[in-house]
């Protein structure tokens, strides 16, 4: 399939596995060419993607020993009156996010995943998207692991 010149949410454009892997725009079947692809979407001037927003919970690189966590983002700033924002949040055992979780919040800022698997790392970004389906990530993409036992429990190492 060709699909050629199209904008895919995001100026790096589509995230293919062999033509684009570092791309942060909508997901696309390795079968579909996307080679070359716009860098601005086709809309009005008043019309503006929300601005990156930056992530506050789990920190990077936290430690956390419980199967649940508390994910909570600022607030995508955006330009486009009477705009409405939607969050996304993507959710993967992998830094390329292969294996990807979403969780759909629409305006909330905040939401709790449970069932995480102990011993395990996560990677995390968020997804803001306006009512004209324009779209950005979050500044970062953030780490976490969640561990069975609380650190703070050890005082020493046994010799």
């Known amino acids: 399939m060709n699909v050629e010149n199209n904008y895919w949410g995001h100026e790096s454009g589509p995230y293919h596995p062999t033509q684009?892997?570092?791309?942060?725009?909508?997901?696309?079947?390795?079968?579909v060419d996307i080679l070359p692809f716009a860098t601005e979407p086709f809309t009005t001037r008043w019309l503006h993607a929300p601005e990156p927003l930056e992530l506050i919970l789990p920190e990077a690189d936290e430690f956390l020993n419980d199967d649940s966590a508390?994910?909570?983002?600022?607030?995508?700033?955006?330009?486009?009156?009477?705009?409405t924002i939607r969050y996304t949040l993507e959710?993967?055992?992998?830094?390329?996010?292969?294996?990807?979780?979403?969780?759909?919040t629409d305006e909330d800022t905040t939401v709790t995943v449970t069932g995480l698997d102990y011993e395990s790392d996560y990677?995390?970004?968020?997804r803001a998207t306006d009512?004209?389906?324009?779209?950005?990530?979050?500044?970062?993409?953030?780490?976490?692991?969640?561990?069975s036992v609380?650190?703070?429990?050890?005082?020493?190492?046994?010799?």
């Not at 959710?91 to 759909?104: A, E, G, M």
């Not at 990677?123 to 968020?126: D, E, F, K």
């Open 123 to 126: 990677y995390w970004r968020v």
């Open 70 to 83: 508390l994910f909570l983002w600022h607030a995508a700033p955006d330009s486009t009156p009477r705009d």
């Open 20 to 31: 684009n892997p570092g791309g942060l725009g909508d997901a696309v079947m390795e079968a």
């Open 131 to 147: 009512i004209y389906d324009l779209s950005t990530y979050s500044e970062e993409t953030r780490s976490f692991m969640v561990v």
């Open 91 to 104: 959710l993967s055992d992998s830094p390329s996010f292969i294996n990807l979780q979403l969780y759909y």
């Open 150 to 159: 609380d650190e703070s429990e050890f005082t020493a190492i046994p010799t």
